[in-house]
Nanobody, 124 residues
Framework: QVQLVESGGGLVQAGGSLRLSCAASERTFSSKTMGWFRRAPGKAREFVARINWTGDGTDYRDSVKGRFTASRDNAKNMAYLQMNSLKAEDTAVYYC?????????????????WGQGTQVTVSS
């Protein structure tokens, strides 16, 4: 079955940028909607962004609209999240997952094959 690996996190000053990557182990699973979620200390895992398999359909939570951009390169089995104008509130562990159905494309319960996550820390 597919395995996902997130990378690209790190420590950055407020206003800075990071580009997260999500690598899929199997080509066939790259043709699925991919979602980005994050988990901050004391909070539940929350939706950040998603992108459909063709790369022409995206969705973002309100707090990151205009700052984050999801993209993908199916030939490389990769998904990306460009994060600009980072804020302290963006500090969290970021995860990617594959939509498996069940309803809402914003619900973590409808995604699977989570990676280990990558830590993003924004200092102010």
């Amino acid at each position: 079955q597919v395995q996902l690996v997130e990378s690209g996190g790190g420590l950055v000053q407020a206003g800075g940028s990071l580009r997260l990557s999500c690598a899929a182990s199997e080509r066939t699973f790259s043709s699925k909607t991919m979602g980005w979620f994050r988990r901050a200390p004391g909070k539940a895992r929350e939706f950040v962004a998603r992108i459909n398999w063709t790369g022409d359909g995206t969705d973002y939570r309100d707090s990151v609209k205009g700052r984050f951009t999801a993209s993908r390169d199916n030939a490389k089995n990769m998904a990306y999240l460009q994060m600009n104008s980072l804020k302290a509130e963006d500090t969290a562990v970021y995860y990617c997952g594959i939509y498996i159905g069940g309803g809402s494309l914003r619900s973590a319960q409808n995604y699977a094959y989570w990676g280990q996550g990558t830590q993003v820390t924004v200092s102010s």
